[in-house]
Each structure stands twice: as structure tokens, then as C-alpha cells.
């Protein structure tokens, strides 16, 4: 799968590609990333790639011939490619999204900066608009960056080892359950004694157990939309019935 960056800081990109798991990725050859410089298709000696609004007003709009330019440099890898405009305006980027997109040969994102992007930018160039939260960045890069690691990390081969996102919180609708390693007693703190039995089948239930726990105390938006097993209804009321969780 091959990653393409359109972006006024090119240095911002790299540095997020340099290291981890998508660096790792990069190695293998499981994915491929182009980061191009929209400055460098400024047609201008000043290479400038943003003006005055039109109709007034403070700051300053990304000039659309650039970005056009930056796009058109870009190829295009046989099959399917999306070109994804970053924005806060977009649609809100999940779990579920990210398999989505981990579905096409090609992902172009365009970065925007300052307080926006020409409207015909937007309508000519982009396939879709996508948000990382209800917050407001400086730039598209770090969305980016945030939508390349959720994807990347879903391409067979990029986690290395045997360990399995389908047990990552949220893929199962569910928040994760708690993780121990050594060392059996940390600053008075014991290892739940459950996670030391050997009893597999005990270890799993503990475990399901938390998540709901959790999932219920900290998200119970998420349960509402989650795939409950007849044994998670059970966890849940017995949860409910200690007073733990409000019933709601
Ligand atoms: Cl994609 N861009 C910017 N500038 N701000 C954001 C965002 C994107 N997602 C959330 N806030």
C-alpha cells in the first residue's frame, strides 16, 4: 500500500514516518510513502502558496493552483486511491474508517494549513473530507500522521509477531482489559492473583469481566453499540447487581 503526503512541511511528515511501526513497515517493503512539498509547485520566485481572502477578513487561504499541481505530480498506483483532504470540517475518523480505508492500493492525503484551503480544492480534487475530533489542529499533517499509524498498523504483516488487533480496543466494541508484566509486586502493588492460576479458561473470564467493566464505567456509548454474548449480559448484570456500574 503506498502512502502519498501533499503538505507545506514536509520535515512534519517525515519525522512521524522516520521511526515505529509505520518506519518498520516502510523496511519490509509492506508499504511504500511519497512526501511532496506543495511549495514546490508554487508558480511563483516567492513560491508562495497561500493569499488574502477574497471578500476580506484575517488570515490567509491556500491558493488552489499548488495543491492542483502537487496532486497531478503524484502517480497514481494501479487500482483503487483515495485523496483524503484533512480537515476539521470532515467526517469523523474511527476504527471502522480506518478498515475502510486499509481496503485501497493508494491513500493521498492532503494537508491543509492556515485557516483553510480554496473551496474548489476541496470540490475538485478531494474524494472525501476526514476529521480526527472535534478539536481544532494547525495543519492536516498531524491527522495525517494519525490515520497512517490506524491504517498501516492493519495491513497483514506490519505488527510483527503473533499478537492479533483483533483484540485492540475497540474492534470488539469493547475498551481493552488491563495488562501486567513482571514484576509480581510493583511499589506495594500486586499482579492479580487470577492472571498467576495457570486456569486459562478463569483468566479469560477475568478478563472479559474487565473489559465490560471498563467499557461500561468509561464508555457506555460504546457498549451500547458493542456484540454482547449471552455471557457478557450475565458479567454485566452480576456487575450491575454489586452496585459497580449503574444499570441504566
Ligand atoms: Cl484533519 N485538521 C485540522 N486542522 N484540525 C483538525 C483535524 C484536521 N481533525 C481535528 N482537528
Known amino acids: 500500500m503506498r502512502f502519498d503526503f501533499l503538505t507545506i512541511f514536509p520535515g ?8 515505529g ?8 517493503g509492506l508499504i511504500s510513502v511519497h512526501v511532496v512539498n506543495i511549495r514546490d509547485f508554487a508558480g511563483d520566485p516567492h513560491r508562495t502558496t497561500d493569499d488574502r ?3 476580506g477578513g484575517d488570515g490567509m487561504v491556500m491558493k488552489p493552483e499548488p495543491i492542483y499541481g502537487a496532486l497531478r505530480s503524484v502517480g497514481r498506483e494501479g487500482g483503487r486511491s483515495q485523496v483524503i483532504l ?3 470540517q470532515g467526517e469523523r475518523f474511527d476504527q471502522a474508517m480506518a478498515w475502510d480505508l486499509a481496503r485501497y ?3 493521498i492525503f492532503l494537508c491543509g494549513r492556515y485557516e483553510g484551503i480554496d473551496e474548489r480544492v476541496r470540490l475538485l480534487c478531494a474524494d472525501r473530507e476526514v476529521s480526527i475530533g472535534d478539536y481544532v489542529l494547525s495543519g492536516g499533517e498531524l491527522a495525517a500522521a494519525v490515520v497512517t499509524d490506524a491504517v498501516a498498523r492493519l495491513i497483514p504483516g506490519v505488527l510483527g509477531g503473533t499478537r492479533s488487533n483483533l483484540e485492540d480496543t475497540f474492534e470488539g466494541g469493547l475498551l481493552e482489559y ?9 511499589m506495594g502493588h500486586r499482579v492479580p492473583a487470577v492472571l498467576l ?3 486459562h479458561e478463569k483468566i479469560r473470564r477475568w478478563r472479559r469481566t474487565e473489559s465490560l467493566r471498563r467499557t461500561m464505567k468509561r464508555r457506555p456509548d460504546l457498549l451500547e453499540r458493542a456484540h454482547l454474548t449471552r455471557e457478557d449480559e450475565e458479567i454485566l448484570a452480576a456487575l450491575r447487581g454489586r452496585g459497580e456500574v449503574r444499570a441504566e
Do not use: C, W
Request: hydrophobic share 40%; proline share 11%; no cysteine.
Open 197 to 199: 492460576s495457570g486456569n
Open 86 to 88: 484533512l480537515s476539521p
Open 53 to 55: 481572502p477574497y471578500g
Open 21 to 28: 511501526v509505520v518506519a518498520r513497515a516502510i523496511e519490509k
Open 12 to 19: 512534519m511528515v517525515s519525522a512521524f514516518l522516520a521511526e
Open 178 to 186: 488491563p495488562h501486567y508484566t513482571r514484576p509480581e509486586v510493583f
Open 105 to 107: 492500493d493508494q491513500l
